[in-house]
T-cell receptor, first 114, second 111 residues
Framework: GAGVSQSPSNKVTEKGKDVELRCDPI?????LYWYRQRLGQGLEFLIYFQGNSAPDKSGLPSDRFSAERTGESVSTLTIQRTQQEDSAVYLCASSFLTSTPEQFFGPGTRLTVL | GENVEQHPSTLSVQEGDSAVIKCTYSDSASNYFPWYKQELGKRPQLIID?????GEKKDQRIAVTLNKTAKHFSLHITETQPEDSAVYFC??????????FGTGTRLLVSP
């Protein structure tokens, strides 16, 4: 089947606006992760969903960031009142936990806040 | 929580040389150590991984070694080629399935 997909691929917004980023995981993958990658930097963990368990939100940098996931499907990352320092590539990954911890990454959404 | 350190941050080699990237981790409970390759503008992709019950794993020109006692693991690329040029990230699991990534190594292979 298809890999992890993300939309939009690019998003340009003005400072102070809200944005929503979408992730479609691989079908059947129970775990879903969001990461932030600033230009030339590493992968910064944001949030992790596993089945119906409470999400691990320990990486969210501020209360302007939130995420939801419907069951074991689509997830949306929302950034409210965007700031210029939010500019980055936001990567989503999913994994099938019962067999291997390998995370499969989506192509990312490049967010630019003007 | 888990902390993963990765060295060097940049590595330049001549085509055909070997390249070694090293990582250390802090959580002795970690038992899964993947390596991801990220080409410019692309998504990270798993190239090799190792579990704590194994000391070494090879796949063609790449190999990973793990020293549980010292809490470090390394990626070895032999006979490097220009297409090996990319950023490489190591990671270690924390808890059941969360990964903590190193800061990345930019590998440049010159023809």
């Amino acid at each position: 089947g298809a890999g992890v997909s993300q939309s939009p691929s690019n998003k340009v917004t003005e400072k102070g606006k809200d944005v929503e980023l979408r992730c479609d995981p691989i079908s059947g993958h129970t775990a879903l992760y969001w990461y932030r990658q600033r230009l030339g930097q590493g992968l910064e963990f944001l949030i992790y969903f596993q089945g119906n368990s409470a999400p691990d939100k320990s990486g969210l940098p501020s209360d302007r960031f939130s995420a939801e996931r419907t069951g074991e499907s689509v997830s949306t990352l929302t950034i409210q009142r965007t700031q210029q320092e939010d500019s980055a590539v936001y990567l989503c990954a999913s994994s099938f936990l019962t067999s291997t911890p390998e995370q499969f990454f989506g192509p990312g959404t490049r967010l630019t806040v003007l | 929580g888990e902390n993963v350190e990765q060295h060097p941050s940049t590595l330049s080699v001549q085509e055909g040389d070997s390249a070694v990237i090293k990582c250390t981790y802090s959580d002795s409970a970690s038992n899964y150590f993947p390596w991801y390759k990220q080409e410019l503008g692309k998504r990270p992709q798993l190239i090799i991984d190792i579990r704590s019950n194994v000391g070494e794993k090879k796949d063609q020109r790449i190999a990973v070694t793990l020293n549980k006692t010292a809490k470090h693991f390394s990626l070895h690329i032999t006979e490097t080629q220009p297409e090996d040029s990319a950023v490489y990230f190591c990671a270690a699991n924390t808890g059941f399935q969360k990964l903590v990534f190193g800061t990345g190594t930019r590998l440049l292979v010159s023809p």
